[in-house]
């Protein structure tokens, strides 16, 4: 069915196309698209397909070359540019077997879906520059989210929770499709999977017997081998056979959901209905505690320092830290309240959408401000204590809040929340994204060699604990016997890496020099 036509039999509750529609019928592959309503958390997960789904010729294959590629380019124990290219070859294998599978008819891909997986590739592509491990791991989290929204696009109507893990829940489920469509696939008669067995095993003799020949002839040949084929051992077997297990399974999951018939849904959301006041009064209570607080610290503000100590018989840095936590509290709790008056407040009348916009964009704007008192209090208690990876992930975390209540703010203009998880999941995404160019852990190194050229302490033990990542700040602008110590234990792990295990960073500290041991004793 082409986008833009709704069917009129589509109930507002988003129901699934029953089983009487073909499966291979152009409104079924086509993946004809509706606005969703305002997605929730809690709806239930939509029942698995798999017996009436057929399985694409192109999945198999697709799935195998997408699974041998990861097993051979995926370092599953450090960032490395082998996550983005193994990425690649998931991406390629997704779009190419849904091609294949439709015969023509209308993707199921949009510019939107392209968008989230350039932004999965981004957030892959991070292991590629960065080396450090906790960054690199949110990294992949976040890229597993948008990689799911890549997928689902515009095509569900299931709660927003779902469509984050899409892709991983429907590789579990996709377990008997796949393996429903082996079996008839090697049943066939034509003996097609015959003749594929026999072409790779050929290929792999042929392999297995000249190059070990070439090898021995040449030293350059087998230096060549040996930088691309790893020591054949039980456990990277073992590894190998596990990626190409969870990467196959991560293709097949995404083609199973695209080859699904969608749920659609209307495109028009219902006005509710009922009685605002167990609305209204809540909202104008906290909104006259926020603006109250908010005039408390325009008092703070202009009193400064001096009007600090003397009222609150605290220092600065112990004034900024009672707060913070608090005030990210609110901010988390009021983001919940404003999501919850979005979803169920009466919005019928005209007279009930307007004061739903006063009262929640009073609301969100005077959070904003809270937002900007939690993340001066942070400043300063990091001016005081030193920065730490923690404080700046929670001040990120304080960043995001902000720019959601930004995003709701534009919301309540039309009072269509629809697009708002996704917009809020994309902006968490891009932050880290953003954060990782920034290069995090070189920002705490030189926001904390500042502090101790102000003459304040510098945690060096501290400092030792980070990545490749702050060897350049380390080796520029710290003096020796501290310097060598702090570079040997940011490089104390030296093991050397593949090809597929290539990383900016470590690759740039290998060439850093250092003095003797001797100097850290």
Excluded at 207 to 222: E, K, R
Excluded at 311 to 335: D, I, K, P
Aim: with cysteine; glycine share 10%.
């Amino acid at each position: 069915m082409p986008r833009g036509k709704r069917s009129a039999a589509t109930r507002e509750t988003g129901e699934a196309r029953g089983p009487e529609m073909a499966v291979g019928s152009p409104a079924a592959i086509g993946g004809g698209v509706a606005v969703a309503a305002t997605p929730v958390f809690m709806r239930p997960i939509p029942p698995p397909k798999s017996a009436v789904v057929p399985l694409p010729p192109a999945v198999l294959p697709a799935a195998g070359l997408a699974g041998v590629a990861g097993a051979l380019l995926l370092p599953v124990d450090r960032p490395g540019v082998g996550w983005l290219l193994s990425g690649l070859a998931v991406t390629a294998a997704v779009v190419v077997a849904d091609r294949r599978s439709r015969d023509g008819a209308e993707s199921a891909f949009t510019w939107r879906g392209a968008g989230w997986a350039a932004l999965t590739l981004g957030l892959l592509a991070v292991g590629a520059v960065r080396a450090s491990g906790w960054l690199f791991a949110l990294c992949v989290i976040a890229a597993v989210v948008t990689g799911s929204l890549a997928v689902v696009g515009e095509r569900t109507v299931h709660s927003v929770l779902y469509d984050m893990l899409a892709v991983p829940i429907e590789a579990f489920r996709a377990i008997p499709w796949v393996g429903r469509g082996a079996r008839r696939f090697t049943a066939r008669r034509d003996g097609v999977a015959r003749r594929i067995a026999l072409a790779v095993l050929a290929a792999a003799g042929l392999v297995g017997v000249f190059v070990p020949l070439l090898a021995s002839a040449d030293a350059a040949f087998a230096a060549v081998v040996n930088a691309v084929i790893p020591d054949l051992s039980v456990a990277t077997l073992v590894r190998w056979c596990s990626v190409f297990a969870v990467v196959a399974l991560v293709v097949a999951g995404a083609c199973y959901f695209l080859a699904a018939p969608p749920g659609r849904v209307s495109g028009v959301r219902p006005h509710r209905s009922g009685y605002g006041l167990e609305w209204t009064v809540p909202l104008v209570v906290l909104a006259l505690v926020f603006s109250v607080f908010v005039g408390v610290r325009l008092v703070v503000l202009f009193g400064g320092t001096e009007y600090v100590l003397r009222t609150s018989n605290l220092t600065s840095a112990e004034y900024a830290r009672g707060g913070f936590w608090q005030l990210c509290a609110v901010t988390v709790l009021t983001l919940a309240i404003v999501a919850a008056a979005l979803r169920w407040a009466p919005d019928s009348t005209k007279a009930e959408r307007l004061r739903q916009r006063v009262l929640l964009g009073t609301l969100s704007a005077l959070t904003l401000v809270l937002v900007g008192s939690a993340l001066s209090r942070m400043w300063t208690y990091q001016q005081a204590y030193g920065f730490t990876v923690l404080r700046l992930l929670v001040e990120l975390c304080e960043l995001w809040f902000g720019a959601v209540f930004v995003l709701v703010l534009a919301a309540l203009v039309r009072l269509r929340p629809a697009w708002l998880p996704r917009a809020a999941i994309g902006t968490a995404a891009a932050a880290l994204l953003g954060l990782a160019i920034l290069d995090p852990e070189r920002l705490i190194a030189d926001a904390n060699l500042d502090r101790a050229a102000a003459g304040k302490i510098l945690d060096d033990g501290y400092l030792a604990r980070f990545s490749a990542d702050v060897v350049p700040v380390v080796s520029d602008r710290l003096h020796e016997p501290l310097r060598t110590c702090v570079l040997r234990q940011v490089l104390r792990d030296d093991t050397p890496d593949g090809w597929p295990e290539w990383n900016f960073s470590r690759s740039a500290a290998r060439d850093v020099t250092f003095g003797p041991a001797t100097a850290c004793g």
